[in-house]
């Protein structure tokens, strides 16, 4: 059986929903297809803290501010033709978003937040708060102006005409394989990160010990399916994920928080032979990103007691009480020496690692290191006992890199040119987010490109 639409949608996450909407509201018949068995689904967008923002920026601010936040970010990885396009249109998407029934308060950084906001835990809690109410608003919405949601259904392939237009998409729904017709298609079911042999192919061999920090709904189907259709993909090397403790494998209290990207940052990350590997002024996403590499997969982070005082407690789920309290491994003692026997260090390593930081510190010559110190998080000296030392491995919440799309969101081949019908938006997309420093802009304001496709395909209709 043959069923015919305008627009299918592959994935009911935020971007997913903007898109299908959009459309629906601008007259096209649509289909919004989610895996997910019911209207209680894991994605990535429902357990997110649902907090828009572009690179920590109001989206309300003026356009050339975001643009400028955005290009630091990104630093030469910048696709200005994207980010252009969300500087200029996020602001738009939060009335249009009010306008559907989605509520808002302002968090003390000016950002928007989903009501009601979720509460200040290290526990993953979602239902009922802002993300999971937003999703079933958008759904609700969806089906007042006649478009359809329907669970339990995973598009595996796409079909183009002989023109090499999109004609239509293979869906399957209780074992059983359906195709349906439509000019239309948006890809919007997120990244590869529950993949592990995606994962392992492009990002790092060592995927067995990347701990999930995500919804496990991010298979790449729509990447994979995009990629037989000639698209052109970005930055697949790279993720948004953070530095977790290694007993995050074994508790549920130390994920998805709390993050300890803080401390590495103020202090330093060594390997297990007592070796400083990473440049840990570039933020804690580029560490999980050079965590994940590493031959061993992990790492240790070793600070002082100022630092544990100050930059540990830093953040608004800090690592400082609640990595004790929730039973986290922590190695401390009076010496750094004594501290690298504890922790099972090479202490002769260690203490020399230790001492040329800190020299290189006090005299304001961290470029000399190697690898290089960068100052845009300040450095602290490790001198103020008791010293600590925290296994970390790298959580990762969804991958950076994916679909290249033009500013209309439309999918790019290898050559450039449009895929003529084909779409993407939302964490399945690339060129925003990555790069050799991890810039990160957000991951929730990328359903701008929802907006873009929906409107896109009406135009093109």
Same mark, same amino acid.
């Given at each position: 059986m043959n069923i015919q639409a305008d627009l299918v949608c592959v994935g009911a996450g935020i971007a997913g929903l903007v898109a299908g909407l959009r459309a629906a509201e601008l007259g096209l @018949?649509?289909?919004?297809?989610?895996?997910?068995?019911?209207?209680?689904?894991?994605?990535?967008? %429902?357990?997110?803290?649902?907090?828009?923002?572009?690179?920590?920026?109001? *989206?309300?601010?003026?356009?050339?501010?975001?643009?400028?936040?955005?290009h630091q970010s990104m630093g030469e990885f910048s696709n200005h033709e994207l980010i252009s396009?969300?500087?200029?249109?996020?602001?738009?998407?939060?009335?249009?978003?009010?306008?559907?029934?989605?509520?808002?308060?302002?968090?003390?950084?000016?950002?928007?937040?989903? $009501?009601?906001?979720?509460?200040?835990?290290?526990?993953?809690?979602?239902?009922g708060m802002g993300p999971d109410y937003v999703l079933r608003t958008l759904g609700l919405q969806? @089906?007042?102006?006649?478009?359809?949601?329907?669970?339990?259904?995973?598009?595996?392939?796409?079909?183009?005409?002989d023109d090499g237009a999109c004609s239509g998409v293979e869906v399957v729904s209780n074992n059983q394989a359906m195709r349906i017709d439509t000019k239309f298609v948006v890809i919007a079911d997120g990244g590869f990160q529950a993949n592990s042999n995606l994962v392992?192919?492009?990002?790092?061999?060592?995927?067995? *010990?990347?701990?999930?920090?995500?919804?496990?709904?991010?298979?790449?189907?729509?990447?994979?399916?995009?990629?037989?259709?000639?698209?052109?993909?970005?930055?697949?090397?790279?993720?948004?994920?953070?530095?977790?403790?290694?007993?995050?494998?074994?508790?549920?209290e130390l994920w998805p928080y709390p993050q300890i990207d803080s401390i590495a940052s103020s202090g330093i990350l060594v390997d297990f032979k007592g070796n400083r590997r990473l440049d840990e002024g570039k933020g804690g996403i580029y560490l999980a990103n050079g965590v994940a590499r590493l031959e061993m997969g992990t790492a240790m982070v070793i600070c002082d007691n100022l630092i544990w005082e100050n930059a540990g407690k830093q953040h608004q789920i800090p690592p400082n009480p609640l990595l004790e309290l929730h039973g986290a491994t922590m190695y401390r003692d009076e010496t750094i020496e004594k501290l690298a026997i504890k922790s099972g260090l090479p202490p002769f390593a260690l203490v020399?690692?230790?001492?040329?930081?800190?020299?290189?510190? @006090?005299?304001?010559l961290c470029e000399k290191l190697e690898p290089m110190r960068s100052?845009?998080?300040?450095?602290?000296?490790?001198?103020?006992?008791?010293?600590?030392?925290?296994?970390?491995?790298?959580?990762?919440?969804?991958?950076?890199?994916?679909?290249?799309?033009?500013?209309?969101? %439309?999918?790019?081949?290898?050559?450039?040119?449009?895929?003529?019908?084909?779409?993407?938006?939302?964490?399945?997309?690339?060129?925003?987010?990555?790069?050799?420093?991890?810039?990160?802009?957000?991951? *929730?304001? @990328?359903?701008?490109?929802?907006?873009?496709? $929906?409107?896109?395909a009406s135009f093109s209709k």
């Open positions: @018949k649509v289909i919004v297809f989610e895996k997910g068995e019911d209207s209680s689904y894991p994605c990535n967008s %429902r357990f997110s803290f649902g907090v828009l923002h572009a690179a920590h920026r109001d *989206l309300k601010l003026p356009i050339k501010e975001l643009e400028l936040a955005m396009t969300v500087a200029a249109n996020s602001g738009r998407m939060i009335e249009w978003l009010q306008r559907h029934g989605v509520k808002f308060i302002r968090n003390p950084a000016r950002q928007w937040v989903f $009501a009601p906001a979720k509460p200040l835990t290290s526990k993953l809690l979602w239902k969806l @089906k007042h102006f006649g478009g359809e949601l329907i669970y339990g259904t995973r598009v595996i392939k796409l079909f183009h005409s392992g192919k492009y990002i790092t061999s060592r995927h067995d *010990l990347l701990f999930p920090r995500h919804a496990g709904s991010g298979l790449g189907d729509g990447i994979e399916m995009a990629l037989t259709s000639g698209a052109h993909m970005v930055g697949l090397n790279s993720f948004y994920g953070h530095l977790l403790s290694v007993d995050a494998f074994k508790s549920k020399n690692t230790v001492n040329n930081y800190n020299e290189a510190v @006090k005299s304001g100052t845009s998080i300040r450095p602290s000296q490790i001198s103020h006992p008791p010293f600590f030392a925290i296994p970390v491995c790298a959580g990762i919440t969804n991958t950076s890199g994916g679909i290249s799309i033009d500013s209309n969101a %439309r999918v790019l081949s290898k050559n450039g040119v449009p895929i003529p019908g084909l779409y993407a938006a939302g964490a399945t997309i690339g060129g925003l987010d990555g790069g050799v420093n991890s810039g990160y802009i957000g991951g *929730l304001v @990328k359903a701008v490109f929802g907006l873009k496709a $929906a409107e896109n």
